[in-house]
């Protein structure tokens, strides 16, 4: 254990199980640790630093508005600001914004949109239907939506919140009441596993709720900002929400989220009903400006396609002749490997030898690099997975 990490057990609560290292800098999809380890990142912070780490434009736009302007109140408006707002709302075809910190912050928020809007069109006090399985952060409105395991040792739990079960939309038909508001659904589950909404239940949602005069939200914190090859996930399914929740890339790892909403949607809110301090400061601003002229580019979205299906298949190739390989899931670079066992000592192995990835839902490994990753890398992450493979079973 070095100095660091001596000092992050003393002083910080014990939150997040942390790997023994202690990370120094880095560069594109590269890594260093404080003794000059190098590491190909697969994770990029958990689908955070879409165009890796350091990326010039990104550096370029921090440093110029931090000795610009770096904050100011939400009373005033700034150049970063205007120009992003408008910029995201034309990427995503929605028609307004609001900027928040985070994606917990941005679900949170579309909670309060989706109550709101309700309140004013005879749902007072409505339902929100979540997916089992599903994860929206971790506040307490947030958990409510999320999975048990998350909510225990803090309740109550707020009312309100009723649970389905994705790609089953027999199940969702019977959760709906009356008093349903909103549905909230992950495009693609991250947390849960990579789990990917079928286009046909998507469809068929989107037609009860235009029926039964439900919002649907779509929460693309993780799967957003042009992780699948689209700009949001749903653009692949021909779909439009009505309100859309993003954070995580969206400022490629400057903290920022974000709620977008169609235009009757957002006219529900009106000043008071909230507010963030930080929320569309202008260096988060700034920053997310830089990062969107980049993920926003067809070429640049094409070739995370491209790049997703080489890995994918790769994978396929590579693993089907271990016996506790089941199957790799996931659009773009947004992947999911699903073993028998369970993931966590195959991510430690492939750590000891030099790759980032994830294990989430116990048995699978979540891989979601830079969107800047190249080929080469890409061979290395399965190559180093395929020899801890060899080497634990
Ligand atoms: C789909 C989804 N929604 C919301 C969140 C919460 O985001 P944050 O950790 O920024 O609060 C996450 C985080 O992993 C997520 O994956």
Redesign the pocket.
């Known amino acids: 254990m070095d100095k660091f990490q001596e000092l992050d057990k003393e002083y910080h609560f014990n939150l997040y199980g942390r790997y023994p290292i202690t990370m120094s800098h880095g560069k594109g999809s590269r890594l260093w640790d404080v003794d000059g380890k190098e590491y190909v990142d697969g994770l990029s912070g ?1 689908a955070v630093c879409s165009l890796g780490h350091s990326h010039p434009k990104v550096v370029d736009a921090i440093t110029k508005q931090a000795s610009k302007l770096m904050h100011v109140s939400n009373f005033f408006v700034t150049e970063p600001l205007a120009e992003l707002s408008k910029a995201i709302c034309e990427f995503s075809g929605m028609d307004k914004v609001f900027f928040c910190n ?6 949170e928020g579309a909670v309060k949109v989706a109550r709101k809007y309700n309140s004013l069109n005879g749902k007072k006090g409505c339902d929100i239907i979540s997916m089992e399985n599903s ?4 506040t307490i409105a ?1 958990i409510a939506m999320g999975k048990k395991k998350y909510q225990e040792g803090f309740a109550p739990m707020p009312s309100g919140f009723i649970k389905s079960n994705l790609n089953d939309i027999e199940d969702l038909k019977s959760k709906i009441t009356s008093n349903t508001g909103a549905i909230i659904i ?1 495009t693609i589950q ?2 849960g596993g990579v789990i990917v909404a079928e286009l046909e239940y998507l469809k068929a949602v989107r037609k009860l709720c235009d029926e039964n005069n439900i919002l649907l939200i779509a ?1 693309e ?2 799967c957003g900002v042009g992780r699948t090859g689209y700009f949001y996930a749903f653009q692949e399914y021909g779909i439009k929400p009505d309100i859309v ?1 993003s ?2 890339g969206v400022a490629a790892g400057f903290p920022m ?1 974000a709620v977008l909403a169609t235009k009757k949607v957002a006219a529900s809110m009106e000043p008071g009903n909230h507010g963030t301090t930080f929320g569309g400061n202008p260096l988060a601003c700034a920053t997310s400006l830089a990062t969107l002229n980049i993920v926003s580019q067809k070429e640049f979205l094409n070739e995370v396609i491209e790049k997703g299906n080489y890995f994918k298949n790769e994978l396929n190739e590579k693993l089907k002749k271990f016996p506790i390989f089941k199957e790799v899931r996931g659009k773009g670079l947004m992947i999911g490997v699903e073993f028998t066992e369970l993931t966590r000592p195959i991510v430690m192995k492939m750590l000891d030898k030099g790759v980032i990835v994830n294990a989430t839902a116990d048995t699978v490994i979540r891989i979601v690099p830079p969107l800047i990753i190249t080929i080469e890398e890409i061979d290395i992450i399965v190559e180093k997975l395929v020899e801890s493979i060899k080497e634990l079973f």
């Open positions: 958990i985070s994606g917990a912050e941005a679900t994860f929206h952060g971790r947030t992950e991250g947390e929460d914190v993780q929740c954070a995580k989220g």
